[in-house]
DNA sequence: ACCTGAACACCGTTCAAGT
DNA sequence: ACCTGAACACCGTTCAAGT
């Protein structure tokens, strides 16, 4: 009632195109449909987002990067803040699977959101042992295999139940695991990577 | 000359599609743009991709994919093998750097194209001494891991040189590591992942 | 200042019609 | 059998006009 009074924002609009975006997908994700959910026409968006869809996409973007930076809690031990690093990413981008995909495509974005996150877990690292350049990878890589990770469980869920659908016996088995265990795999892999970078502590 | 009277077929339409990705990126592949680069009308192709651009996405997929698979040679020792496989998968989609995205929206097809290279990573690695069920996990991981890190490859390639544009020191140096060193960091992020991996072998 | 109607140049796709 | 013209219901975006 009063909220459709209150005047349009960038902040309101930037929520109103998340909100579609859970809803119906990017794809359905058009100007049009984000004004309909303001119950506003398309145009009027313009003048709280000038650079059009892009800059909304982009706002978008910081908004589900900045629900995970304010979820993690640091305490200055490197593996346990890479480890709360990867899963609060997993577990924010889960809650959002449609963006996952945007994120991907939009480091610059993505980086200049957790600045503050990266930096505590570079001097966490550094006290750690490690050299300041190993610090720098270990960090692009973790991130990068969390953002893999999770598009490829967003996208295994949406292709839905495809696993009887193949003739192949090895097929069958692959999908059957991968919508069983999500979870195990994710902690798997995580914990295999942490200790091939324990390994390369170099003092 | 003569290759402009070659009947159309539902190859000839793939490959252009890939072409036209290639070059314009995915935004650019309309069916339209597609049609021109094969000097016929829109609605023609819809004779040889009945299921309209869906179809016609998936067989890029399907194609860069093959691509890849052919190029890996197998050996029998997991670690090299595993090792590979990543390698050249990386290789492919960095020759279509637009695909990427594709593929990890697409994990079914994907999937589906590489059944032998799998099928021969889950025996070398059973040889080697995994349990079959870690044997799983770890080609998920790395495969996830693989067009993860391509991806945030891909779009930092396409973001281009914004480094200085920040005003944050740290992301200075972050940015300015991505664009020096991609193929430094893919090589510590494999290595660290396959020895976390070798340290599951259970025999 | 903030919102909008009409218009422009595009989309993917259908369907009846051409050869 | 294979290709296409016209049309439909959509896009993102601009711009002049309204309040």
């Known amino acids: ?10 902040e309101r609009v930037v929520e109103a195109a998340l909100a579609v975006i859970d809803r119906s997908g990017i794809q359905g994700c058009s100007m049009r449909a984000v004004a309909g959910e303001l119950g506003v026409e398309a145009m009027s968006l313009y003048h709280h987002v000038p650079g059009g869809k892009d800059e909304m996409l982009d706002g978008v973007v910081a908004m589900v990067q900045t629900e995970f930076v304010e979820a993690t809690d640091l305490t200055g031990d490197w593996r346990a803040d890479m480890g709360a690093f990867s899963r609060e990413y997993r577990a924010a981008l889960s809650r959002h699977p449609n963006v996952v995909a945007m ?5 610059a974005v993505a980086y200049r959101s957790s600045t503050v996150l990266v930096g505590a877990l570079f001097s966490a690292m550094e006290d750690a042992g490690f050299a300041r350049e190993d610090a720098l990878r270990a960090v692009r890589v973790v991130s990068r295999w969390t953002i893999g990770f999770t598009l490829g469980e967003a996208s295994a869920l949406e292709d839905g139940e495809q696993a009887d659908e193949f003739d192949e016996p090895l097929l069958v088995e692959v999908f059957t695991d991968i919508s069983r265990g999500e979870d195990d795999v994710f902690e798997f892999g995580l914990e295999a990577l942490l200790d091939g970078l324990e390994a390369r502590i170099s003092s």
């Open 103 to 107: 994120i991907a495509a939009r480091p």
């Open 1 to 10: 009632m009063s909220t459709d009074r209150e005047p349009l924002s960038r």
